[in-house]
Nanobody, 123 residues
Framework: QVQLVESGGGLVQAGGSLRLSCAAS????????MAWFRQAPGKGREFVAA????????KYADSDQARFTISRDNNKNTVYLQMNSLKPEDTAVYYC????????????????WGQGTQVTVSS
């Protein structure tokens, strides 16, 4: 079955960096658009970034474009999210998701989801 497993979360001070990874199995990774979403305590899940199957098209949430970078390695079936200049408001559970189609910021368009990794940014 399809599995998306996130890793790389943790506790970091404001201004620091983290690199999240999402390892995929059970699917033809190179055919899937992959995305990152996040859910802060008490809030809904929101879009962070998405990358198409060959990395040629990338979409970011407007607020994150300058600090976050999404990338993928199809040889390793892995998608990454590099997060720099982290702020306390970036504290959330970060989820990766996969879909067939163009990058999208809409949750319901993603078929497969990981379990999430916690990112906590202290002030």
């Amino acid at each position: 079955q399809v599995q998306l497993v996130e890793s790389g979360g943790g506790l970091v001070q404001a201004g620091g960096s983290l690199r999240l990874s999402c390892a995929a199995s059970g699917l033809t990774f190179s055919e899937f658009t992959m995305a990152w979403f996040r859910q802060a305590p008490g809030k809904g899940r929101e879009f962070v970034a998405a990358i198409n199957k060959d990395g040629s098209t990338i979409k970011y949430a407007d607020s994150d474009q300058a600090r976050f970078t999404i990338s993928r390695d199809n040889n390793k079936n892995t998608v990454y999210l590099q997060m720099n200049s982290l702020k306390p408001e970036d504290t959330a559970v970060y989820y990766c998701a996969g879909r067939i189609g163009v990058p999208s910021g809409l949750m319901f368009e993603y078929r497969f989801w990981g379990q999430g990794t916690q990112v906590t940014v202290s002030s």
